[in-house]
C-alpha cells in the first residue's frame, strides 16, 4: 500500500499491458486471416459467389435433358416436314437440331457456371459435389448430341 500526500492509502494495481486489438469477424467479411475468414470447409460471405454458381449450374444441368420434354414434339414434326415417305431427307440434320437445341443451350450454360464453381469451392463441400454432378450432367448432355452429328458426318 502506498500512502498519498494527503495521508490516506491508495491501493496501487498493476495495470494491464496493451494486447493485440480484436478483430470482429461477424457481420464484416473481414477476418482473422483478412480473406473473410473463409478457409476450406468454412461456407462464409467469400464463397457465396461460387456457391450461387454451383446451384445455379446444377438447376440448369437438370432443365437440359428436361428441355428435351419441349422440343420433342417440334422434332417430331420437323421429321414429318423434312423426311419423304420413301425415308430419305435432303437435310437430315434439322431433326437433331431441333431436338438439341434447347438442351446444349441450358448444357452449355450450366458448364460456364460449374467450372469456375469448381476451382473456386473447396473439394468435398456440398456445392462442389452439386457443380460436379452438373459438369456430369452437362456432359451427358453434350455426349448424346453428339452422337447424331458423327452419325451424320459418317463416323458411325
Known amino acids: 500500500m502506498a500512502a498519498s500526500t494527503d495521508g490516506s492509502t491508495m491501493e496501487n494495481t498493476p495495470q494491464p499491458e496493451p494486447g493485440p486489438a480484436r478483430v470482429e469477424t461477424t457481420g464484416t467479411g473481414a477476418g ?16 457465396a459467389g461460387a456457391n450461387s454458381k454451383a446451384t445455379n449450374s446444377l438447376v440448369l444441368a437438370i432443365l437440359a435433358p428436361a428441355s428435351m420434354l419441349l422440343t420433342a414434339p417440334a422434332s417430331m414434326f420437323a421429321m414429318l416436314m423434312t423426311y ?31 467450372l469456375p464453381a469448381l476451382k473456386q469451392l ?3 463441400s456440398g456445392s462442389w459435389s452439386a457443380a460436379a454432378v452438373a459438369l456430369c450432367i452437362c456432359g451427358l448432355v453434350f455426349a448424346l448430341a453428339l452422337g447424331p452429328v458423327l452419325d451424320l458426318i459418317g463416323v458411325f
Open 32 to 47: 482473422i486471416n483478412g480473406l473473410g475468414n473463409n478457409g476450406p470447409g468454412n461456407e462464409g460471405p467469400g464463397n
Open 84 to 114: 419423304s415417305d420413301n425415308g430419305h431427307s435432303d437435310r437430315p440434320w434439322v431433326t437433331p437440331f431441333v431436338l438439341f437445341s434447347l438442351p446444349v443451350l441450358f448444357a452449355s450454360l450450366g458448364l460456364r457456371q460449374a
Open 122 to 124: 473447396p473439394r468435398g
